[in-house]
Structures are given as structure tokens and as C-alpha cells.
T-cell receptor
């Protein structure tokens, strides 16, 4: 079947620290992978995506590379800011899932000054 | 585009009352999703529609929940009768290709 597993949170970092949030997946078919971000009191927003193996998605300083060999899509940022404090969700959609997305459980990030 | 629009943004009701949540998807999107988010269970898919037709409602908790999509620009999620355990944030999302766009959510409190 299809599923996404994210590292447990919460994660607390100091400003300018390096961020990694791990995400692994299982999928049938050919998945596309996504990271969504949810700021307090808001809905989820698409942060970045990758549609095929070895693609790198990037946005706002965040990056994630689609690794088929390790079935992973880890989110990274070189220097986090207080404004990056949010909940991050890894998600996939696959060629055999119709339009249904599979979301991870979310990882809460708090960045302290 | 205004994005996905949900109403109301906040709803407080008493146990046993009927609750109706509304969603207007982004114009041109052919899929619509209803999610529920709680601290305990995280983000749960309740039901989704393709071209106004319900495709998978296996996430609907029980018969008290129902969803309709009478046309491409409107959907409702109804809870009747409501219970305190239904308290959550309910999100509507729409998509056309393989990107989902979420609304701001409706925070439901059932007392």
C-alpha cells in the first residue's frame, strides 16, 4: 500500500541551526512527493514537491531530494529562522491512488532566537 | 484566485445540534477533499470527490457525518447530531493536477 512515515517531533532548534526532518515512504506505482507546511491557525500550504526519482524540490531555502533507492524525501534547511516555526507534513500521491494524498503525521518545529 | 474558501471559520454548538460546514473550491479544480485535524489523531481524510462524485468515504467516522457536492463550486460537510468528540478543525482542500490547496479551516467546538 501507500504510506508516509515522518520523524517524531517536536523539534526545537536555535536560530541559524541546520534542519533535517526525515521522511520515508512506501508506495505502489510511481509516486510524487511533497512537503507541506502549516503555520499556527492556518491551513496546510505546499512548500515543495518532486515528481520523479533524483528530483530536488526547493523553496524558501528548504530542499528535499527524491531518493528512490532509500525511499526517502528528507526536508533540509541550512539556517532556520524563527519564522520557520510551524508543523511540516510529508505527503505522497501515486499513479494508482487516483487523486488521494497520503500524509505523514506532521513534525512540529520551534525555532528559538 | 481567492483560494479555497471555507465557512464558517469558527463554530460553537451544543451537543445534539446539526452542524453544516461549507467549502468553495478553487475554480477549475476537479477534486475536493474534506479532512479533520485533532491533536490526538492528526490529519485524517474523511472523504474526497472527483468531478462532484464521492470516490472514497471510508474515513467518515460514522453515519452522523455526511458530505455532498451538488456542483463543481460548492460542497458541504454535515454532522447530525453533533457530539463533543467531533470538536476539531475541519479542512477542505481542492486539486486539479497533483497539488492540493487547503482552505483556512473551520474550528468546530461542540459543548
Amino acid at each position: 500500500g501507500n504510506s508516509v512515515t515522518q520523524m517524531e517531533g517536536p523539534v526545537t532548534l536555535s536560530e541559524e541551526a541546520f534542519l533535517t526532518i526525515n521522511c520515508t515512504y512506501t508506495a505502489t506505482g510511481y509516486p510524487s512527493l511533497f512537503w507541506y507546511v502549516q503555520y499556527p491557525g492556518e491551513g496546510l500550504q505546499l512548500l515543495l514537491k518532486a515528481t520523479k526519482a533524483d528530483d530536488k524540490g526547493s523553496n524558501k531555502g528548504f530542499e528535499a531530494t527524491y531518493r528512490k533507492e532509500t525511499t526517502s524525501f528528507h526536508l533540509e534547511k541550512g539556517s532556520v529562522q524563527v519564522s520557520d516555526s510551524a508543523v511540516y507534513f510529508c505527503a505522497l500521491i501515486s499513479t494508482n491512488t487516483g487523486n488521494q494524498f497520503y500524509f505523514g503525521t506532521g513534525t512540529s518545529l520551534t525555532v528559538i532566537p | 484566485d481567492a483560494g479555497v474558501i471555507q465557512s464558517p471559520r469558527h463554530e460553537v454548538t451544543e451537543m445534539g445540534q446539526e452542524v453544516t460546514l461549507r467549502c468553495k473550491p478553487i475554480s477549475g479544480h476537479n477534486s475536493l477533499f474534506w479532512y479533520r485535524q485533532t491533536m490526538m489523531r492528526g490529519l485524517e481524510l474523511l472523504i474526497y470527490f472527483n468531478n462532484n462524485v464521492p470516490i472514497d468515504d471510508s474515513g467518515m467516522p460514522e453515519d452522523r457525518f455526511s458530505a455532498k457536492m451538488p456542483n463543481a463550486s460548492f460542497s458541504t460537510l454535515k454532522i447530525q447530531p453533533s457530539e463533543p468528540r467531533d470538536s476539531a478543525v475541519y479542512f477542505c482542500a481542492s486539486s486539479r493536477q497533483w497539488e492540493q490547496y487547503f482552505g483556512p479551516g473551520t474550528r468546530l467546538t461542540v459543548t
